[in-house]
């Protein structure tokens, strides 16, 4: 199975058994989306959201991003993960990123915090 499949272990303790894809980035040059999630490097940016009348923040939409390199955009990062069969794996790591994000910055009640899924 190891030749197939590596074992990926998350900085917050999640333990995943995935395609080995590290060969092709290796070869490419660049960052695999399975190198990211070993480090822990998905993270949030949070948009605000505005009451149109006053101009009130009335909530934040988390967005996911990459480290800096060839898989800091949604659609790179994501594209990625779907092609190396981490998709599940990195959506969970973003909505990890989305609530430990708004908590280190203060995004609390009365705000509301919106973070999209993949179904």
């Known amino acids: 199975m190891s030749r197939?499949?590596?074992?990926?272990?998350?900085?917050?303790?999640?333990?995943?058994?995935?395609?080995?894809?590290?060969?092709?980035?290796?070869?490419?040059?660049m960052t695999s989306v399975f190198d990211l999630l070993s480090a822990g490097s998905v993270r949030?940016?949070?948009?605000?959201?505005?009451?149109?009348?006053g101009g009130a923040v009335v909530?934040?939409?988390a967005l996911?991003?990459?480290?800096?390199?060839?898989?800091?955009?949604?659609?790179?990062?994501?594209?990625?993960?779907?092609?190396?069969?981490l998709l599940a794996e990195l959506d969970t790591a973003c909505r990890t990123a989305a609530f430990r994000g708004a908590l280190e910055q203060g995004l609390l009640a009365p705000l509301t915090v919106f973070v999209n899924v993949e179904p």
């Open 4 to 29: 197939l499949c590596r074992r990926l272990q998350a900085p917050d303790g999640w333990v995943f058994w995935v395609k080995n894809v590290s060969a092709q980035s290796e070869i490419l040059g």
């Open 44 to 53: 949030s940016v949070f948009q605000p959201i505005v009451e149109l009348d």
């Open 59 to 61: 909530a934040y939409e």
């Open 64 to 85: 996911a991003r990459g480290p800096e390199g060839p898989l800091a955009t949604p659609d790179a990062l994501f594209a990625a993960a779907r092609e190396a069969g």
